[in-house]
């Protein structure tokens, strides 16, 4: 009796823990929409009133709407570029029984372990000795090695979730690995091909040291917003982009989730 009181107690401390911790974390954040709404250029309480002003400001604002192009086209661009590069390494880390694949698997998650401004300034560096320079296309690459381990893991698990017979059976009816890639282990991963292009979307999207680094004359959305916190009277137009944006982003990760979640369990339950 005594052992399983504590044991309740000992999980009410940590339900507690658990609640102060996600509130520390993400209440800053539920702040940005509250004070988006607020009538008044300060965060501050009590609010002074509803309006909608803020985001009536973000339409017809050139710079804005210019920062808003580069980064969906870079995103787009360096998450399909992310994504086939994850597909490669992670389905040769599973099936090409080869040590150097499974070391460019390795190396290819590693970026996750660095820090962004490491990252940032070694790119900086490369793209200067190779002659690019800070500019759209280094700023792709850059989020191309950075969304990489995202596909990677990824696609690993989908790929690994897919039972080993059906590869077999493919390849004992005699068809070639590209044919059992393409026909056959590519289409069962398919939502979790489009899982992993929308999170690396969305990695490159918001992603900011990278592009602080390797940004030119174009700079993105994410670098946009930090110019302009310079500035005391553009914060609450800033907080009604930052809405945004935090909207889109639980709407893209939602639906990947959805996705990758729905692939898995597709593979359990037609494990043969």
Partial sequence: MSARANTNSDGRWLGLYVLAYLVFLYLPVLLIPLFSFNNSIQAAFPLQGFTLDWYRTLYGNPALSGALANSLVIGLIAALGATLCGITVSYMDLYGRSPLASAISAIARLPILIPGVIVGISLLILVN?????????SIVLGHILVALPTTVVVMRSRFAAIPKTIREAALDLGASDWTTFRRVMLPLSAPAVLSAFML??????????????LAGTEPTLPLY????????????????????????S???????????????????????
Avoid: C, K, Y
């Fill in 129 to 137: 000795l190779i002659g690019l320079g800070p500019s759209r296309i």
């Fill in 200 to 213: 690396s979307f969305l990695i490159s999207f918001d992603e900011f040291i990278v592009v602080f680094f």
């Fill in 225 to 248: 917003i930090w110019s302009q916190l310079r500035f005391p009277r553009s914060l609450p137009t800033v907080m009604a982009l930052g809405t945004v944006i935090l909207t889109a």
């Fill in 250 to 272: 639980f709407i893209i990760a939602g639906t990947a989730e959805i996705l990758r979640h729905r692939g898995l369990g597709a593979a359990r339950r037609n494990p043969a």
